[in-house]
């Protein structure tokens, strides 16, 4: 879930001596890291980068974990998402992952190299080849000295039985973001070989919820985004001890389903007043587009004059070269036909009649045949110029 703050950079790292491991907290949703032997993170931010271009400089800008929306708008997000190293709770975007520990050890207050041995949390089996490219990864960037990598589950197992909150035996089971695991544990040790995994976690319940509000309301789909989702859930949700039972709440029970039940507002934003436009306002559009008509009455009047002269020096042509037709012998009249592309004196005369309409149309003069087809069509229907209020029912 997005947050309006970004946790500050620690500055007491030096005074720790070189000895004193580093604890992450490496988990597909969260990124916690701190000192060994403190009861709680130094810093906590969102497992995901963000890589926007900024509107000013349009250069790309890397950002990891919780975003600040005041300082987003300074930033281009339509070609960029939210990225995680992660796909089911294993590591294989190292690229991310790089970005996310360079910003975790800057919060800590490291400088130059870390210097500090690293215990490092992982999911439950993990590939071999992921664990082969972190240990490369914090051995060759960050200088660490020696790497070790436990299971959280264990981890927490073994806490709890320290506090007497469990027994030798028992299960550890795991809901994560991406995934769910079960490690059962015999005389105090994990049996890893006899650990379950499935492949929902958190991420899908959010994910799930986002949809059913979204088929709901399919009229606010834009305000239920995974981060909006993720904050009801945590808020307003809970784990059903007998699922059936409580359908039946729901069913039947109508007051205890009442006080189940909890209402959402949306914000609402009071559309914004239009002021009608001043006289001024209105005199300053008036005048541009006169003057953008202007413009255009430019243009197509250079074009006509263009299409004229061009038509002018067409026609010219045709009659010249109908004037050597008619003066020429026959078989200088077949040369001069070959010289200009024509098959015939008749297409010539064809071509100079299509010319002087186009070239009458082009300067807006009337053309006879215009105006004998229109008085035919007028003596054919003389109704139709003739308002209706004044004609009778039958020449209606």
């Known amino acids: 879930m997005s947050s309006m703050t970004r946790p500050r950079r620690e500055s007491d790292f030096a005074s720790f001596p070189s000895c004193t491991p580093i604890v992450i907290d490496n988990g597909a949703s969260t990124f916690r890291i701190g000192w060994a032997g403190e009861t709680e993170p130094r810093v906590a931010f969102r497992n995901v980068v963000q890589r926007p271009?900024?509107?000013?400089?349009?250069?790309?800008?890397?950002?990891?974990?919780?975003?600040?929306?005041?300082?987003?708008?300074?930033?281009?997000?339509?070609?960029?998402?939210?990225?995680?190293?992660?796909?089911?709770?294993?590591?294989?975007?190292?690229?991310?992952?790089?970005y996310i520990l360079d910003y975790g050890f800057d919060r800590l207050g490291a400088?130059?190299?870390?210097?500090?041995?690293i215990l490092m949390t992982e999911c439950e089996c993990n590939p071999s080849f992921s664990r082969a490219r972190m240990a490369?990864?914090?051995?060759?960037?960050?200088?660490?000295?020696?790497?070790?990598?436990?299971i959280d589950n264990a981890f927490s197992y073994k806490y709890n039985q320290k506090l007497g909150n469990c027994g030798e035996d028992g299960l550890a089971i795991s809901c994560e973001h991406g995934t769910c695991h079960v490690i059962p544990f015999l005389k105090g040790q994990p049996v890893l070989g006899a650990c379950c995994r499935t492949n929902v976690g958190g991420f899908h319940v959010t994910?799930?919820?986002?949809?059913?509000?979204?088929?709901?309301?399919?009229?606010?789909?834009?305000?239920?985004?995974?981060?909006?989702?993720e904050e009801l859930k945590k808020e307003h949700c809970y784990v059903a001890l007998d699922y059936l039972s409580e359908l039946q709440i729901f069913k039947n029970n109508k007051e205890e389903a009442e006080e189940k039940t909890r209402y959402w507002q949306l914000p609402w934003v009071p559309p914004p007043k239009e002021e009608p436009p001043s006289e001024e306002e209105l005199a300053r559009k008036a005048a541009l587009k006169e003057k953008a008509g202007q413009r255009l009455r430019e243009m197509a009047a250079a074009k006509r004059s263009q299409k004229i002269v061009e038509l002018e020096k067409q026609l010219s042509y045709l009659e010249e070269l109908s004037e050597q037709l008619d003066e020429a012998e026959e078989s200088e009249a077949s040369a001069i036909l070959g010289r200009s592309g024509y098959l015939s004196q008749q297409e010539i005369k064809s071509a100079v009649s299509k010319a002087t309409q186009s070239l009458r149309k082009a300067k807006g003069e009337s053309n006879g045949n215009e105006e004998k087809a229109d008085a035919s069509t007028a003596d054919k229907?003389?109704?139709?110029?003739?308002?209706?209020?004044e004609l009778t029912p039958e020449q209606v």
């Open 136 to 150: 490369e990864l914090l051995f060759e960037t960050y200088g660490v000295p020696s790497i070790a990598f436990g």
């Open 381 to 389: 229907y003389p109704l139709v110029s003739v308002p209706d209020e």
């Open 207 to 229: 994910d799930f919820l986002r949809q059913l509000l979204t088929l709901k309301y399919p009229y606010h789909t834009a305000n239920f985004t995974w981060e909006k989702a």
């Open 111 to 117: 400088t130059s190299e870390v210097g500090h041995p």
């Open 53 to 98: 271009r900024h509107r000013s400089t349009g250069e790309t800008v890397s950002i990891v974990g919780d975003t600040d929306p005041a300082l987003m708008k300074f930033f281009d997000c339509t070609r960029s998402a939210l990225r995680s190293p992660f796909n089911d709770d294993v590591v294989y975007q190292f690229e991310y992952m790089e």
